[in-house]
């Protein structure tokens, strides 16, 4: 009985202590490795070629500097308040700033579902800090955590998602 209940103790503090601070940035180039072929759904280069990709590196353009002024920012590429948008990593994960909008800010961090036995098993990567979209309405509320009214842009919510998708094929 004794035995049990400390168990018990020991599993809830395993669990507590596997809560989210220990889920970690590791970067897109990690989900590459299995993300990036045709079967699988070629997430990666998909990405890649959204503008997702390069949103830190379009603070350095110089429509970012027209954008800046009016903003009364100095230096956009230096700047937290474009970064909460543009470089949504820089604080919980610096070096993982120049990714942008990465494959990490939308599903986790991934330091423990990347594993293959884990993200095989959809229930047990969801337990390891990845995130997954149930319905339209979700994902919605996720893309107007930034696209809502950005730069005074509307914001085509069916036509946004046709423009990133990355489904795997139907088998
Ligand atoms: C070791 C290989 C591997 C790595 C590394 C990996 N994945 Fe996966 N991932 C898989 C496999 C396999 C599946 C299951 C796909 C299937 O249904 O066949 C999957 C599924 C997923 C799913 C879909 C879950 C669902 O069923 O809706 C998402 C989202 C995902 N991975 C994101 C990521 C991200 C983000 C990273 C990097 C942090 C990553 N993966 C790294 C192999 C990997
Ligand atoms: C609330 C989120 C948010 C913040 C904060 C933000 N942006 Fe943006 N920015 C966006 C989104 C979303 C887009 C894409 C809009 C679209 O095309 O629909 C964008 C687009 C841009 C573009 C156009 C890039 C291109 O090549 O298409 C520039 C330049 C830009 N932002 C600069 C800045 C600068 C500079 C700051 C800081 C002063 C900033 N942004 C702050 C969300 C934000
Ligand atoms: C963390 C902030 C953030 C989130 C969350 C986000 N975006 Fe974006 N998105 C941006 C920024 C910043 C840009 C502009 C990048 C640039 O132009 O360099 C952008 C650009 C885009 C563009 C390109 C605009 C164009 O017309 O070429 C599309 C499409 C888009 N996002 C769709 C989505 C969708 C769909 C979602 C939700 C699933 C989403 N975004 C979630 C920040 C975000
Ligand atoms: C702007 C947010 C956003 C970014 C960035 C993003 N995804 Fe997704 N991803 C989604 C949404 C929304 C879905 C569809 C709903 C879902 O399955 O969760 C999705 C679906 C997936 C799926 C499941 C596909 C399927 O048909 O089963 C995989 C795998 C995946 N993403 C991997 C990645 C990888 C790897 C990256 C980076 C290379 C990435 N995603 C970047 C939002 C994003």
Known sequence: MKKSIILVVMM???AAGLSSQTFTYVGSAKCAICHKTETQGKQFPIWQGT???KSFAALSSPQAADVAKQANVQNPAECPDCFKCHAPLYEKAAELKAEGVTC???HGP???Y????I???LALAKQN???VYDNQDAIKKQCLTCHANAHGKSF???AAVEKIKHNKPAQ
């Open 12 to 14: 809830a503090v395993t």
């Open 51 to 53: 503008k997702h990709s």
């Open 104 to 106: 990490e800010v939308c």
């Open 110 to 112: 991934g330091s423990e």
């Open 114 to 117: 990347k594993k293959l036995n």
């Open 119 to 121: 993200m095989k098993d």
């Open 129 to 131: 800090g990845l995130i």
């Open 156 to 158: 085509d919510f069916a």
